[in-house]
């Protein structure tokens, strides 16, 4: 069946980017997207009243992603990133449905999975959630592409409520990376794809761990760079907004999101509590 042509000649350049995760994890996605997007105003939903998806039912985080995706339509937005392995695994489809053409939609795993099978990868391993982990995507999407990869995925569970607590550089989390990486399903990986998107926030931890044995890959900067070649393809790609604005709501207040959300964007932000 032919696939049908994306019309969005609809929308304007002027419109902002819609960006959520269930947390702080979606902020490496948006930081790098501020980064190589400096003119795009940006909205970023954080769903910290729900956190971490990866321990939720299927059914959950079809529910939350929708709502969010729905609340970022009606925001105006240009383009949709899932900026959440979780979302992306379990509610893709779902938001795909919803969204009906009107606007693209940027997930986290599909863009990371097309660029590890194209490249010199063997031995590919992939930490995330338990969700994640569960659905296979991350298997799936790289085998599509090149059947003849070695994946192993190990579920790692911890590390999401440790960041989300603060504890990066911190001895708990030091002890919990070297418990899940010496994990003998890892054992002989060359590459390892950080399958959400609250690891980068441990990349340097990580990093030392492996020394150069293994190769980190760093999604958010692959997810941005997917992003503007889809703007730029449609002719949505905003670059005569000298003072973008970044607008963050989120599901619940917390102390960590406001410290990395400021140190990521400065203190002039405000943060908004809008539970949907």
Do not use: W
Not at 48 to 60: D, I, V
Not at 106 to 134: Q, W
């Amino acid at each position: 069946m032919k696939k049908k042509q994306q019309d969005f000649s609809h929308l304007s350049a002027k419109q902002p980017i819609g960006i959520f995760d269930s947390g702080v994890g979606g902020l490496t996605v948006a930081k790098e997207i501020k980064r190589l997007l400096p003119h795009e105003d940006l909205i970023y939903f954080g769903d910290t009243k729900h956190l971490p998806y990866g321990e939720k039912s299927r059914e959950a985080i079809v529910g939350y992603s929708t709502k969010i995706t729905s609340f970022l339509l009606e925001k105006n937005c240009k383009a949709i990133v899932i900026a959440c392995n979780s979302a992306t695994a379990n509610a893709l489809t779902e938001v795909l449905e919803l969204v009906d053409g009107k606007v693209p939609v940027i997930d986290v795993i599909n863009p990371v999975a097309e660029k590890v099978a194209y490249e010199i990868h063997n031995n590919v391993g992939v930490i995330a959630t338990k969700a994640t982990v569960n659905s296979g995507l991350y298997k799936k999407s790289i085998r599509r592409h090149n059947k003849f990869i070695k994946v192993d995925e190990l579920a790692t569970p911890l590390l999401v409520p440790a960041i989300e607590e603060g504890f990066k550089n911190h001895p708990i989390t030091h002890s919990i990376i070297y418990n899940y990486l010496s994990n003998s399903k890892l054992k002989n990986i060359e590459t390892l794809i950080l399958g959400c998107t609250h690891y980068p926030l441990l990349i340097d931890e990580i990093r030392q761990y492996y020394g150069n044995r293994v190769r980190v890959i760093d999604s958010p900067s692959i997810v941005a760079n997917q992003l503007k070649i889809i703007l730029e393809k449609h002719h949505l790609l905003n670059d005569k907004n000298p003072e973008p604005k970044y607008q963050f709501y989120l599901s619940d207040l917390t102390k960590n999101f406001e410290k990395i959300s400021k140190k990521f964007f400065g203190n002039t932000i405000n943060l908004e509590l809008k539970v949907l």
